[in-house]
């Protein structure tokens, strides 16, 4: 028995780098995506945020030198390659999956329209939402928290490479420890880094509550899906 009906999440563009440098490792995609069919099969309703972050910043991009906004859309349109390269990997395993761009580039995706997304999720097929919010200094978190949002999921799950939020950066501090809840007010005042604080803002706003796990840990996705209260929760 799955505990959602409806999951917004948000991969970042590193988790589908694996241990690679740079770009798209195919046996990560692979693994991600079979994580994915397993709760599709559960009956659970998915739409993903894809990031951009293993291709382009627009962040290192300004700080090169770069124009920042020029910057940002080659940072949106390295999503666009990452969603083509999710869904494509979703075809070859048997999933249904259906890119919606929020920028336009009719040629090769379909343009965000909500309802339109919404129909495709309500038939079981999952939904990539591509080029973030289609404005320059935003990111794909703030992607996540919108159209998580505005589709009604239940919860965002952000997968990152760690499992949670953790008192202090577990790399550098021995004695950092997981929070497994935390609610969003507490994780302002202890400047906790969940996400960026637009997106924060906006769910917290929204009241819609975070999940941050670990992609790493195998079958982490189908636990949570099941109720496990792994990683951290983020709520009111
Ligand atoms: N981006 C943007 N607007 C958005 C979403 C993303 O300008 O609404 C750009 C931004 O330059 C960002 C890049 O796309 O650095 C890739 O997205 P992000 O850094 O969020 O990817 P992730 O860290 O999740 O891989």
């Given at each position: 028995?799955?505990?959602?009906k409806r ?12 241990d ?5 490792n195919?046996k ?7 994580e994915?069919?397993?709760?599709a ?6 739409a ?9 910043r627009g ?36 999933v249904?999956?259906?890119?919606q761009?929020a ?9 965000y ?38 589709i009604?999921?239940?919860v965002?799950l952000?997968?990152?490479k ?8 577990p ?17 302002i005042?202890k ?5 960026d ?7 917290r ?6 999940r ?25």
């Amino acid at each position: 028995m799955a505990a959602y009906k409806r999951v917004l999440l948000k991969l970042s563009g590193e988790a589908l780098m694996g241990d690679d440098a740079f770009g798209i490792n195919p046996k990560t995609i692979e693994r991600m995506v079979a994580e994915i069919k397993e709760i599709a099969d559960m009956g659970v309703q998915i739409a993903i945020v894809i990031g951009g972050g293993n291709i382009f910043r627009g962040m290192t991009g300004g700080a090169a030198g770069m124009d920042r906004a020029t910057a940002d859309y080659m940072g949106m349109m390295a999503t666009i390659m990452n969603a083509l390269a999710l869904q494509d990997a979703m075809k070859q395993a048997g999933v249904e999956a259906r890119v919606q761009s929020a920028l336009r580039i009719d040629q090769v995706v379909e343009p965000y329209i909500r309802p339109r997304a919404m129909r495709h999720l309500e038939e079981g097929k999952i939904v990539i939402f591509a080029a973030g919010t289609g404005n320059p200094f935003f990111t794909t978190d703030t992607a996540a928290a919108l159209r998580g949002v505005e589709i009604g999921a239940e919860v965002v799950l952000k997968a990152t490479k760690v499992d949670g939020i953790y008192s202090a950066d577990p790399k550098k501090d021995v004695n950092a420890t997981r929070y497994t809840t935390v609610s969003f007010d507490e994780a302002i005042s202890k400047d906790l880094k969940v996400m960026d604080a637009t997106a924060f803002a906006l769910c917290r706003d929204q009241k819609m509550p975070i999940r941050v796990f670990s992609i790493v840990k195998e079958g982490a996705l189908k636990r949570i899906v099941q109720g496990s209260d792994e990683g951290t929760l983020v709520h009111l």
